[in-house]
């Protein structure tokens, strides 16, 4: 279908006087509206529930936690401040939640900024608790905003997801 379109597209723009901007927007746009699709849940899975957004803790200063009835998950990302387009290392501590499989999804508030989802490995020594790696996308927007949301699969494959606000402002 995709390809159907960009080749419509090609033809509409090739007498453009700028054919090969309008062409590369064109294309832009297809994949954006082909991702664009996308949301927290991830392929083929469950139904999702939704915890609140935690936006009264500071991920650039220390570990934020959120707690439903007798249910937490605690994020840490370090190194602090958090940067964009650096290796970033990330550790997920859950309490009173079973997960068979724990991601970290990472989505831009005020800007599109692409598909950004990992899976964190589970720490055998450790019951509950999960690290991996990701990295905040480069953005040319001032002041950026960020969900960054632990999805937890659950054995009887409920999805839950709760996020976490960040805000990177322009570092110079």
């Given at each position: ?120 490995s589970a720490d055998p020594n450790q019951p509950g608790h999960y690290r991996g790696q990701s990295m ?24 839950l997801a709760v996020p976490f606000a960040l805000n990177t402002p322009q570092q110079r």
């Amino acid at each position: 279908m995709h390809t159907t379109i960009f080749n419509k597209l090609k033809t509409l723009f090739s007498q453009h006087p700028l054919k090969g901007t309008s062409l590369f927007v064109a294309a832009s746009l297809i994949g954006f509206i082909s991702l664009s699709s996308c949301d927290l849940q991830p392929s083929g899975s469950h139904p999702l529930t939704n915890w609140p957004l935690v936006q009264d803790c500071s991920l650039h200063h220390q570990a934020c936690e959120s707690q439903q009835a007798q249910q937490s998950v605690r994020l840490e990302i370090l190194p602090r401040p958090i940067k964009v387009a650096r290796m970033l290392d990330v550790s997920v501590q859950l309490q009173g939640i079973q997960a068979q499989k724990v991601e970290l999804d990472i989505a831009g508030e005020n800007m599109y900024m692409g598909y950004n989802r990992v899976q964190l490995s589970a720490d055998p020594n450790q019951p509950g608790h999960y690290r991996g790696q990701s990295m905040l996308a480069f953005c040319t927007l001032d002041d950026m905003k960020w969900h960054i949301s632990v999805l937890m699969t659950q054995p009887n494959g409920q999805v839950l997801a709760v996020p976490f606000a960040l805000n990177t402002p322009q570092q110079r």
